[in-house]
């Protein structure tokens, strides 16, 4: 509660800032396994394993980014896109290594461990419920358990997040998130924009290019997706319209008889 006292309304962020941070950090997932697929569908017989690895893939790609944006920027891609960055809960002060290895952890290892353990679940119950499953006995009971507890644990991860963003909103509390409460950050605005200036034509070009070529990955995950492809579809088989009817211009003379 030390640094409760230090964080003024010019600096700390408002719900709808962390919102939107928030969404923009879980899209950078989807458009790494965008790209994958699109690999593996392209080169099938050298890379038709890239699908198959795609959530090990967009773990490694998603950590390394993290760690580069924690590392130079105090935040993730998408608070520092945001600007905002982290800094210690205690003192305010910049944050440390440890921190910042939590931090990377919290942003790419506990999504994915998250996103395996709901698939493993989608699979067990799936697997419970068909009949002649050649799995065994020990295997049918993991499984079960999974389909049982998987629920719950889901239950009190989002019902733990709740909680945060409501104490958030109430002030009673300047961590948004658990995981910003397990590495001990809050999140600031970044209102010294004067690094900006010593930066590197390659680091600004770097800063610019990649929320861009994140959004352009996910406009064509969009485009190509499942829900979107039956209004393609419809677009690229629609038949070519006929012409319009002619208009023909009948010219009438009319002779007038003068009688003498």
């Not at 969404?23 to 950078?28: E, N, P, R």
């Not at 458009?31 to 050298?46: G, L």
């Not at 950590?63 to 924690?70: D, G, L, R």
């Not at 065994?136 to 993991?142: C, E, F, L, V, Y």
Request: charged letters at 20%; one cysteine or more.
């Amino acid at each position: 509660m030390a640094f409760n006292e230090q964080i003024h309304a010019s600096t700390r962020p408002n719900i709808f800032e962390l919102f939107a941070q928030e969404s923009m950090d879980g899209a950078l997932r989807p458009a790494i396994q965008h790209v994958c697929k699109v690999v593996a569908h392209a080169f099938p017989e050298r890379l038709g394993t890239a699908w198959k690895l795609a959530d090990e893939l967009c773990l490694a790609v998603e950590f390394f980014v993290q760690y580069c944006y924690m590392r130079y920027h105090s935040g993730s891609f998408s608070e520092h896109f945001y600007s905002l960055k982290r800094v210690t809960a205690s003192k305010g002060g910049a944050i440390g290594e440890s921190a910042r290895i939590i931090s990377v952890i919290c942003l790419a290892c506990l999504p994915y461990a998250l996103a395996r353990m709901e698939r493993l679940h989608s699979d067990a119950t799936f697997d419970t419920g068909a009949a002649g499953s050649s799995d065994s006995m020990s295997g049918r009971s993991i499984k079960a358990v999974l389909v049982k507890l998987y629920p719950y644990i889901h239950f009190m991860w989002e019902a733990l997040k709740l909680t945060f963003r409501i104490k958030y909103l109430l002030r009673h509390t300047d961590c948004y998130s658990p995981q910003h409460w397990m590495a001990g950050v809050v999140l600031v605005r970044h209102l010294d924009d004067s690094h900006s200036d010593g930066m590197s034509v390659w680091k600004k070009l770097a800063n610019a290019a990649f929320p861009a070529g994140l959004f352009t990955l996910k406009l064509l995950e969009w485009w190509y997706s499942e829900e979107n492809s039956g209004n393609v579809r419809t677009l690229t088989t629609l038949p070519v319209p006929p012409p319009p009817p002619r208009v023909q211009v009948i010219s009438v003379h009319v002779s007038v008889l003068k009688t003498a």
